[in-house]
């Protein structure tokens, strides 16, 4: 039997309160998460990623964008959009075209049935989103934890290639 290789350092180990906040941190954006989907679920019949999906649609030009596109967009892997837009085709509410200028590429399209789907979701999703998050922290707040969420995901996403993101898997 190997031992396994002792690391180089020791790790900086989390001191308690930032253990206490990292805690904090994944206890309420798993909450979140799972309010949502459910609100979404139960409102709309779709999961929280696909009402992303077609929000992300619904604001491209002409209600379309490239697969690669929407997967970087919404932060997943190619696998797991490629499986959600078989879904929604499923559903109606978006179609694949493809790509006239590269044969392998797609687009996703939402169809007029997805607006209506998504337009009627919307109003409940927002109030869902508004008593989660936004109605229980002041405005310096909110504020506060953007700027933080946009350090933290700017940390996150590096430019250099061969960046290992969701959306190149």
Request: proline share 5%.
């Amino acid at each position: 039997m190997t031992k396994a290789a002792a690391p180089a350092h020791e790790p900086q180990w989390l001191t308690a309160e930032e253990q206490r906040i990292w805690r904090s941190y994944l206890h309420a954006t798993t909450l979140l998460e799972d309010q949502l989907d459910r609100q979404l679920q139960r409102d709309a019949g779709m999961p929280h990623v696909y009402y992303g999906l077609l929000v992300k649609l619904a604001e491209s030009p002409r209600r379309r964008l490239r697969m690669t596109e929407l997967a970087r967009d919404a932060k997943i892997t190619r696998s797991r959009l490629s499986h959600a837009i078989a879904r929604l085709e499923k559903n109606g509410w978006v179609r694949r075209e493809d790509c006239p200028s590269d044969k392998r590429g797609q687009f996703a399209v939402l169809t007029d049935e997805g607006l209506d789907v998504l337009t009627n979701a919307a109003p409940g999703h927002v109030t869902a989103v508004r008593n989660a998050l936004f109605d229980r922290l002041t405005p310096e707040q909110q504020k506060s934890l953007g700027e933080i969420m946009q350090i933290v995901a700017e940390g996150l996403q590096p430019n250099e290639a061969g960046a290992d993101l969701p959306w190149l898997r």
